[in-house]
């Protein structure tokens, strides 16, 4: 997995894409972000603005993408611990040291499928952006990885991870560790502080001895079915 993380930064310094140096944070409004995707007169209406996402619009921009990616958290399929259906089938090529080139396009249809059940499955994503990079589609695999990288962006625009009030927002904890991925660090303990997930590091080892991300909407999320809402 992380040959593969390595090759989608590739890709994205390729694009000219790299990740923009976040001097600002903003802790997402959620109230906010409801009432303007629900609003069919906005700009981010959600289902407008999630066409253009899956269509590769390149002219979204980072307040569009924070309405994507946290305005999710209001659409009635979200579910903070979504598994990909397709997950046993993918796992083989995962693992595997080489793909063969005759499962391209079987990994891509897997793959697609995964993310048209759940628009921000990162890993799928990453792993689609590889594979159509060995297919050698660089066009697709851009497109891909831009997208990956603008959810990103949001997600790092929405704190600085130093403390629970901070915390980089995430509507899924497999998203804590694509961060920590491409950030390249490694947690050795992982714990719930308040409503945020702390992961700490091997002390001495970064600058920093652990990073905070906000979990509230998926702990939300997970009482839905014993709130009645």
């Not at 109230?31 to 979204?60: A, C, Q, V």
Request: proline residues 2%.
């Amino acid at each position: 997995m992380k040959k593969i993380i390595l090759i989608l930064t590739i890709l994205i310094l390729l694009s000219n894409n790299t990740f923009s140096q976040v001097k600002k944070y903003e802790i997402p409004d959620y109230k906010l972000i409801k009432k303007n995707i629900e609003d069919k007169s906005s700009n981010y209406y959600y289902p407008k603005l999630l066409e253009r996402m899956t269509s590769n619009d390149s002219l979204l921009n980072n307040e569009d993408y924070r309405h994507l990616y946290f305005g999710y958290v209001f659409n009635q399929k979200y579910s903070s611990y979504f598994r990909s259906p397709d997950e046993e089938k993918l796992i083989k090529y995962y693992q595997s040291d080489k793909i063969n080139e005759k499962d391209y396009n079987e990994i891509i249809k897997l793959a697609e499928h995964s993310i048209s059940l759940f628009p921000f499955d990162l890993r799928q994503m990453n792993f689609l952006a590889y594979i159509y990079h060995l297919k050698g589609d660089e066009i697709s695999a851009k497109n891909i990885s831009n997208r990956f990288h603008k959810i990103i962006e949001a997600i790092i625009s929405s704190g600085n991870g130093e403390k629970c009030e901070t915390g980089f927002h995430v509507i899924s904890v497999s998203h804590e560790y694509v961060l920590l991925n491409l950030f390249e660090l490694q947690n050795n303990s992982q714990s719930l502080v308040g409503n945020c997930d702390y992961m700490a590091f091997e002390k001495g080892k970064y600058k920093i001895d652990g990073m905070y991300f906000s979990i509230e909407k998926i702990l939300e999320n997970e009482m839905k079915p014993f709130d009645g809402k």
